[in-house]
């Protein structure tokens, strides 16, 4: 357990968040200035020193919530707009990929290993823009001091994934089956064999924790190409993940504390509005427009930011401003890339909080 | 050999936590109680010995504090001294202890938290009842707590801190076999894989120090003077607890271990039977009785008990 997982947290969502945008863009046909404008926008958004600086500060996770607002304004911090149905999908799909890699690791440490993927293959989408470059670059300088093992995890409720029982052990790890037996001068006195029921091969050598190098570990790259594009038809636990999810809809003690924390991380997110002549344009996580439509109809009540029941106590003052932010949080309608002053104006309430 | 048996729901899932089962066989009722933590709640469970009837109760975590009551549990374990049972909650703000049913909490310690966060979480982890009346609990700073617990009532108290350890504390066991010719009472193990042998008292005195290897140990035993230690390679080690001697070696896994059991009356540690839950990340697991007829696992993620029993 660590106090330092919300950045490796965030970097790991954050980058299976731009694989998917990333495949979408491609898959809809935005022009290629268009698509280079988003990606740029959101990373630089991603990777900006302030808010980068609040991110790293030890401190104790968000709640889920919390979290999704904060993805919730990286993935509109460009022209792109989702509608909340295609954003529940791009997050359950974050989500849940980036728990496969979690639960699939081999040790704690690969972690690091798994986010240092992320962070090569975010530099490779900014590598003709410099300054964005450099500014990814001192994130992945930050990544390599935080050594610490993160042994918790977020919990979602997700099908099970597939653990294999054959293949390379991790490193550092011998193939289970031998027991030996030592004398008091410490001489092998025996060697007994067992079966392990497994179908393991000795390890692979150890990925590179350098700024470059090969991490040996697959987990963390783009799973996402022309020949497997995101899945974008509605079948069995994907149609349904959003609605299983159970949200806690009692009270928590620490809804202002976690408000405050939020506004001082939003603070550091800089967005961009839409310049006058640049036109928005909505991107789609689903196959055609009917099945988004169809998933935001059956989309759950609770997952609507509506139960933020913040009961706020005592202070009158701070009451009405976490009231207007309620009422900002309220807003379930697509944002249209016309009126974005609405997000900007709750911004603004944020730093001035 | 063992075969598996129907398993035993449980309210929420499993954590992925070290030992994250608990298991306490109550014998003149034929019942046997189980306790597994998901996140801020303990999961108890009451099943009778075939597994068939059981009743459910979840243990929110009541702390100190109430307005910081969201801290995580780490471990839930239930301690048997000669004159009570109590359940032992180790959690990111202190440890809790109740009357083993989980009614009434009898006492409450708070850990020390830095006024300012550090990189290093605080939490405690690791907990065992040593002989007569001690119950020792581990802390992320490397201190292992003594408390003293009176035979009844609620006047428990911190009577020695013990300093050796320099990585936070993973698990902590005591003397399973019932011996008391066996010098080591305790064993403490950490993030280190540095393992330290004690022995109980008025004041507790260090026997030995076995160092360990570069990979956590999250899993020990301690079984007629004999440590048996479950590390992070997948490796079992056995070592002689006052000598260090390293006695046996065994390859036991492909992935980290969570946790290890020792089923004491059985005098023996051989490989005897192998398993593999699909797909799921074993995080718990206990023999149900001292003569290893049955025992039982977690898994991460996982609502339920499985049960294995001998044939």
């Known amino acids: 357990m660590s106090t330092r997982t919300l950045p490796l947290l965030f970097i790991n969502l954050g980058g299976e968040m731009l694989y998917i945008l990333d495949q979408r ?28 600086e609040e991110l790293f500060k030890p401190q104790e996770l968000y709640s889920k919530k919390a979290l999704r607002t904060v993805f919730d304004r990286l993935a509109h911090a460009s022209i792109m707009r989702l509608n909340q149905a295609s954003m529940d999908k791009l997050y359950d799909l974050m989500t849940m990929a980036f728990k496969y890699q979690v ?90 064999q067992f079966r392990d029921g497994g179908n393991y091969n000795a390890a692979l050598r150890e990925g590179s924790f350098e700024m470059y190098g090969d991490r040996v570990i697959k987990l963390g790259t783009n799973m996402y190409s022309v020949s ?8 069995g636990t994907s149609k349904n993940s959003s609605q299983h999810t159970k949200v806690n809809t009692t009270p928590n003690p620490l809804a202002k504390e976690e408000l405050n924390l939020l506004a001082r991380l939003m603070g550091g997110l800089e967005v961009q509005k839409p310049a006058g002549t640049d036109s928005g344009f909505r991107v789609n996580l689903f196959a055609t427009d009917e099945e988004e439509e169809e998933a935001l109809i059956s989309r759950p009540d609770e997952l609507s930011y509506e139960v933020l029941n913040i009961q706020a106590t005592k202070d009158k003052q701070t009451n009405a401003e976490l009231a207007k932010i309620m009422g900002e949080f ?3 309608g697509e944002p249209s890339p016309s009126s974005s002053s609405k997000g900007d104006d709750l911004l603004a309430m944020m730093d001035g909080l | 050999m063992y075969h598996k048996e129907k398993s035993i729901p449980i309210k929420s899932s499993a954590s992925a936590l070290y030992n994250n089962l608990s298991v306490l ?22 099943a009778s010995w075939d597994g068939l009837n059981y009743s459910h109760r979840q243990l929110q975590s009541k702390e100190g504090n109430v307005a910081t009551s969201s801290s995580l549990i ?89 300093e050796e350890h320099k990585e936070a504390i993973t698990d902590m066991a005591s003397e399973c076999s019932g011996s008391l010719e066996c ?28 160092p360990g290897f570069d990979t956590s140990c999250s899993s020990v035993k301690l079984w007629k003077g004999t ?85």
């Open chain 1, 25 to 52: 863009l491609r898959a809809q046909n935005i022009p290629a200035d268009k698509a280079k404008k988003v990606m740029n926008d959101i990373i630089t958004t991603m990777f900006n020193k302030k808010f980068l």
């Open chain 1, 330 to 332: 309220g807003e379930t």
């Open chain 2, 183 to 210: 010098i080591a009472d305790l064993v403490s193990a950490d993030d280190s894989g540095l393992l330290c042998v004690w022995k109980s008292g008025e004041d507790f005195q260090l026997l030995n120090k076995i």
């Open chain 2, 74 to 162: 780490m471990q839930a374990a239930w301690c048997v001294l000669p004159s009570r049972d109590l359940l032992v909650l180790t959690s990111q703000k202190g440890i809790q202890m109740y009357e083993s049913d989980g009614s009434i909490m009898v006492y409450w310690h708070a850990l020390d938290t830095p006024e300012t966060p550090t990189a290093k979480a605080v939490f405690a982890q690791g907990i065992s009842a040593v002989r007569e009346k001690h119950i020792c609990v581990g802390v992320s700073s490397g201190s292992v707590l003594v408390f003293d617990v009176p035979s009844k009532g609620s006047n428990i108290t911190l009577s020695e801190v013990l």
């Open chain 2, 25 to 46: 066989r109550i014998a003149p009722r034929c019942l046997t109680y189980f306790t597994v933590v998901h996140a801020n709640v303990v999961n108890m469970v009451s």
């Open chain 1, 103 to 192: 639960l699939l690791c081999p040790r704690p440490k690969d972690i690091l290993l798994v986010s240092f993927n992320h962070m090569d293959a975010i530099r490779d989408f900014v590598k003709d823009t410099p300054s964005i470059l450099s500014q990814v670059d001192e994130t992945n300088k930050q990544l390599i001091e935080v050594s610490i093992f993160l042994k918790d995890k977020v919990q979602n409720s997700n099908g099970r994934f597939v653990l294999p029982t054959s293949g390379p052990v991790p490193y550092g790890t011998h193939t289970p089956g031998l027991m030996r037996m030592f004398s008091c001068s410490g001489e092998e006195v025996r060697r007994m």
């Open chain 1, 228 to 235: 497997r594009p995101v899945e974008t038809h509605m079948s």
């Open chain 2, 227 to 311: 440590v048996i230690a479950g590390y992070g390679t997948g490796q079992i080690r056995l070592y002689e607890a006052v000598t260090g001697i390293l006695h046996a070696e065994v390859n036991a896994h492909a992935r980290w271990i969570y946790s290890l059991d020792i089923a004491p009356f059985t005098g023996l540690i051989e490989h005897m039977y192998n398993e593999c839950v699909t797909d799921t990340q074993i995080c718990g697991a206990k023999f149900c009785d001292g003569d290893g007829y049955a025992f039982a696992v977690t898994g991460y993620d996982l609502s339920e008990i499985i049960r294995y029993t001998q044939a």
